[in-house]
């Protein structure tokens, strides 16, 4: 949650609706954010958890049949020159920050992104991934969510408003 926290530091989001989309396989990363939310953090202004139409749990699930859906929208919206990038954008992830850095800094990051995006595809499997030899793809396919989601967003329901919360 400290991304929340650091979102509100932004002057023209400080009063901004966040939506949480957070991936739910399991219900287990979604709903223990949404526990989370729930019963420790104040003063996070207006903020709800994202849910799929027809859907009684909190997040979204990563299927095959959406994962096209991502590469889909993504393309279009590049193509379409919808996507940009918040001038002071930043990362709270010690994965790319933090002591153990796989990268340096947000040049690190972005360099990180351009080679998942690059080795997006089709695996041996048939499955849509960046995964290679062991890499990850957790960048390219959370651009691609936020893209996709953020496009659904207008039409799907949105459960556990949170801004009664406030102190």
């Known amino acids: 949650m400290d991304h929340i926290h650091k979102i509100r530091t ?4 400080k009063n901004s609706t966040i939506i949480f989309i957070g991936e739910n396989n399991n219900n287990f990363e979604t709903g223990r954010a949404d526990v989370y939310v729930r019963n420790r953090v104040k003063n996070i202004g207006k903020l709800k958890i994202f849910k799929e139409r027809n859907k009684n749990i909190a997040g979204v699930r990563k299927t095959k049949e959406k994962t096209e859906g991502y590469v889909k929208i993504t393309e279009k919206m ?3 020159n919808q996507v940009c990038f918040y001038e002071n954008w930043f ?6 920050m933090g002591i153990n850095q796989l990268n340096k800094g947000k040049e690190g990051v972005i360099n990180e992104l351009r080679e998942q995006c690059l080795r997006f595809g089709y ?3 048939g499955k849509l991934t960046a ?11 959370a651009f691609m969510q936020a893209l996709y989601w953020s496009n659904e967003v207008e039409t799907a329901p949105i459960i556990s408003p949170y801004n009664q919360y406030k102190n």
């Open 123 to 125: 695996d041996e499997k």
């Open 10 to 13: 932004i002057p023209i989001l």
């Open 91 to 96: 990362t709270l992830s010690e994965k790319y």
């Open 131 to 141: 995964k290679r030899e062991g890499m990850n793809d957790d960048l390219v396919i």
């Open 78 to 80: 590049i193509r379409c």
